[in-house]
T-cell receptor, first 111, second 114 residues
């Protein structure tokens, strides 16, 4: 699995956009970039994934660089409930494959 | 969306006893489920892959005789921590990927061995 580098922590003011970067320079051609988050003492939650095009859903937007070596998860209007650890995980799409979690980014949203 | 239910959410047991944790896929069938362990302020570490109808596959360093996994049906996998010791205290999380979809995770089980 491709290794990832994420900043250990970030702060964001409530209502502002949170931009979480991830470097995945060794990502394989068949690996998607997945983002999960884990709120304290809960199981991880799927957010979004993409291969090479930018993606958007009701939770977030995902921007992937053209060379696919890095990506940015954008929470457009962060709320206090978005405080969590965010994990960027290169992964082959579809079920049946185990996920390898890195250290992630602890996002703290404050008033 | 797909739901994975884990039970119990919290358990305290005495050292030397065994504890069983259940992981259920509520609205889909899962031939494969995964068990993770997470120590405080650490990331999730995969312990084993639970395979319906066959033996589980354990990650390196995980004792298969201590962490017994049973995947007897397409909707249920169980993890039994046998002869638990304080160092087994951790947050245990299961996940199940619906066919062709992203993984869904249980709520986690906080195990405290006293």
């Amino acid at each position: 699995d491709a290794k990832t580098t994420q900043p250990p922590s970030m702060d964001c003011a409530e209502g502002r956009a949170a931009n979480l970067p991830c470097n995945h320079s060794t990502i394989s051609g068949n690996e998607y970039v997945y983002w999960y988050r884990q709120i304290h003492s809960q199981g991880p939650q799927y957010i979004i994934h993409g291969l090479k095009n930018n993606e958007t859903n009701e939770m977030a937007s995902l921007i992937i660089t053209e060379d696919r070596k890095s990506s940015t998860l954008i929470l457009p209007h962060a709320t206090l409930r978005d405080t969590a650890v965010y994990y960027c995980i290169p992964h082959v799409a579809g079920g049946g494959n185990k996920l390898t979690f890195g250290t992630g980014t602890q996002l703290k949203v404050e008033l | 969306g797909a739901v994975v239910s884990q039970h119990p959410s919290r358990v305290i047991c005495k050292s030397g006893t065994s504890v069983k944790i259940e992981c259920r896929s509520l609205d889909f069938q899962a031939t494969t489920m995964f068990w993770y362990r997470q120590f405080p302020k650490k990331s999730l570490m995969l312990m084993a892959t639970s395979n319906e109808g066959s033996k589980a596959t354990y990650e390196q360093g995980v004792e298969k005789d201590k962490f017994l996994i049973n995947h007897a049906s397409l909707t249920l996998s169980t993890l039994t921590v046998t002869s638990a010791h304080p160092e087994d205290s951790s947050f245990y999380i299961c996940s199940a990927p619906p066919p062709g979809f992203e993984a869904f995770f249980g709520q986690g089980t906080r195990l405290t061995v006293v």
